[in-house]
Structures are given as structure tokens and as C-alpha cells.
């Protein structure tokens, strides 16, 4: 098995490239230990001393390391715990959550809004924050501001807020007159 490896605009991210499909459908941010328990993926990968987060997305793993830790020792064993898993068989994620697609119900008088945001976020933003190692999950809209969750390589990346502000902000008040504002949530 050969992983490539890529860089991410984020410094304290690599996004890993096994080559074969990590997940079926949508994704699954484990931003700590505790939250990767119910992946046998991510608690191989949380077992290497300096990982701080592990994002799954269909044919990626992104792992955001501590400051302190050089990717020069980390690298090496993130590739072991990734082959390993792999070697496995078992799955990703145990049970029947295989990672969420990133959206939140939306029903009232915005539904057709909500609507127009979700599509151009799945077909324009979504692809393009994939390819950097991250998401961007839709969390809602009020008075024309929209509420974004960034995962992945996104979240904590020095250049989230300029991707917010002037990119997907932009984006969506250009097709959409009543967005206002994007926000990001925690």
C-alpha cells in the first residue's frame, strides 16, 4: 500500500492519501482523543503522541498535530497506524454512523434559502475545502447570517477566516441576495 501525502494551508495538517476509500459517505471530525473512540482508525492514529485531531472525508485522513511536534517524527508512525488499519479490514467508524454530511434540518419561512446556501455549499465549497484536507458543514441561517462549522484542516488553519469572509462569503451573497454575513461556529 502506497499513502501520499499532501500539505494543507494549515501548517499543523497533513492530509494523507491511502488510496483506497476511507469512508462510504460524508465525514467524521474527531478534534480530540475522546471524540475518536468509536473509530478504530482515528484511536490507532490518536495512539501516536503529538496528534490533537483526525478528520475522515471519502479518500482522505487529515491529521493536525501540537505545535511543539515536527512533522518529521509524527509522519512515519501516522503512515504505520494508517497502513495497519487498513491491513485490518475493520472499518473506519464502528457502528451504524459512517460520518455526517453536514447538515442541519431547516424548516419556516427561510426553508427555500436554506435550500439555495445548502446546494451552492455542497456543489461549489464542499469540493474545493475537500481538496485542502477539510469541511464545511452548514450549522444555520437567522437574519441573513450564515453559521458554518469548519473541520478538518479548516478548523484552526490561519487562512479559515479569509476562506469565510472573502471567498465563501462572497460566493453566497453574489447568488444569494439575502445572505448578509457567514459566521463561523465552534
Known sequence: MFIQTE?????????????????????????????????PLARRIFAIEGVTAVFLGR????????????????????????MEHF???????????????????HSGPDAEIVGQIKELLDTRVRPAVAQD?????FHGFDRGIVYLHM??????????????????????RHYIPEVVEVRPVA
Open 59 to 82: 479518500d482522505f485522513v487529515t491529521v493536525t498535530k501540537a505545535e511543539d511536534q515536527p512533522w518529521d517524527h509524527l509522519k512515519p508512525s501516522i503512515l504505520g497506524a494508517i
Open 151 to 172: 473541520q478538518g484542516a479548516c478548523a484552526g488553519c490561519p487562512s479559515s477566516t479569509l476562506t469565510l469572509k472573502m471567498g465563501i462569503e462572497n460566493l453566497l
Open 133 to 137: 484536507g477539510g469541511d464545511i458543514t
Open 7 to 39: 500539505t494543507t494551508p494549515n501548517p499543523a495538517t497533513l492530509k494523507f492519501l491511502p488510496g483506497e476509500t476511507v469512508l462510504g459517505a460524508g465525514t467524521a471530525d474527531f478534534p480530540n482523543a475522546e471524540a475518536g473512540q468509536k473509530s
Open 87 to 105: 491491513q485490518s479490514g475493520a472499518d473506519a467508524i464502528e457502528g451504524e454512523d459512517n460520518g455526517s454530511a453536514g447538515h442541519a434540518e
